[in-house]
């Protein structure tokens, strides 16, 4: 499915500090112990880069963690491609993309699909109709935290700052490009993009920048 990217327009008060943390991945832990480390509290602005779920061990217990947080303290999320799997296979049209879903499902049994899919009483994705029955399962059970996820901006821009998962080509117009693209955006440093704004990404690992500098 081909959507343009959505961008979400803030201004930053003065005088708070901002965190930005990328691709958690499903590491709750991870996630909790960095906002301890850091002492993340009331007066603080959290940037979550996308990816927050997929790959690790508890991707659901992280998005309601994320939900949660939302309510409480000032936090911006922003989509990644692992975080589009779910509204996208839940608005899937049940065949096209069926084999890409089989395929996924079967060597990602960790994935937020498969957690929503037990709890809600359908453990299996082996065929055709197994996703049919999930992506109904899913639908009817999860409704808040599909409309979360479907809510996700691509962009969050400042007038001095932008912040995206995978990178932009342009920072005036971003509403004008490929939701995917800008999610799913790899080696975005070596584009030789110039923006006059900070451009604020994750998805692409350091060290695959620069395999000299630890990460």
Known sequence: MHKKAVVQDIILPKDRR??????IHGNLNFLQGLLKKTQFGAGDTLFLLGDM?????????TLHFIMDLCRTHTVYPVAGNCDDL??????????GDAPFFLRYLSV??????????????VDRAETLEDLRRLRRAVREK????????QSLPTVV???????????????EHPETLDA???????????????????CVVGHWPVTLYDPCIPS
Request: hydrophobic share 35%; glycine share 8%; proline share 5%.
């Open 180 to 198: 995917w693209h800008c999610m799913k955006n790899d080696d975005f440093r070596s584009q030789n993009v110039h923006f006059r704004r900070w």
């Open 18 to 23: 901002l965190l930005m943390v990328s691709d």
């Open 86 to 95: 779910v509204p996208e296979f839940v608005l899937g049209d049940g065949s």
């Open 108 to 121: 990602r049994p960790e994935s937020t699909i498969r957690q929503m899919g037990a709890l809600a009483g």
């Open 53 to 61: 779920l997929e790959k690790g061990p508890r991707s659901l217990d």
């Open 142 to 149: 999860f409704r808040e935290e599909l409309d979360f996820l």
């Open 157 to 171: 821009r400042t007038p001095e700052l932008l912040f995206v998962h995978g990178g932009v080509s342009d920072e």
